[in-house]
């Protein structure tokens, strides 16, 4: 089991910046993905941001540039640095984690990941 701890939303003005973190803790993982995906109520999910154990990340193209995702000497927390916010950016943020790295998954696919975080919501207006 993998715990995951998600902070550092808020309400901003568009244009702002916000950082989310994800505290991980429980069972290690030697291969592993953690991800960041977004929600809004009646939506899907969508990946937003990936990052492997050796530091290889994907980010969606929806985001364009404006998002980074990055982890700890420890590889225990990761964060997503999020600047230009948009109010379509308003969403409920999920951190994820991945045991593993199945052959032909897609990260920024949320049907990968085994563990889920409770979620911080975001929220951007004009």
């Known amino acids: 089991t993998v715990d995951l701890v998600e902070s550092g939303g808020g309400s901003v003005q568009a244009g702002g910046s916000l950082r989310l973190s994800c505290v991980a803790s429980?069972?290690?993982?030697?291969?592993?993905?953690m991800g960041w995906f977004r929600q809004v109520r009646g939506k899907e999910r969508e990946g937003v941001a990936s990052?492997?154990?050796?530091?290889?990340?994907m980010l969606s193209d929806s985001i364009q540039c404006r998002f980074t995702i990055s982890q700890d000497h420890a590889k225990t927390t990761v964060y997503l640095q999020m600047d230009s916010l948009k109010p379509e950016d308003s969403a409920m943020y999920y951190c994820?984690?991945?045991?593993?790295?199945?052959?032909?998954?897609?990260?920024?696919?949320?049907?990968?990941?085994?563990?889920w975080g409770q979620g911080t919501q975001v929220t951007v207006s004009l």
């Open positions: 994820a984690f991945a045991p593993g790295r199945p052959l032909g998954a897609n990260f920024l696919q949320p049907r990968w990941y085994s563990y």
């Open positions: 429980g069972d290690r993982y030697t291969v592993f993905n």
């Open positions: 990052i492997d154990n050796a530091g290889g990340t």
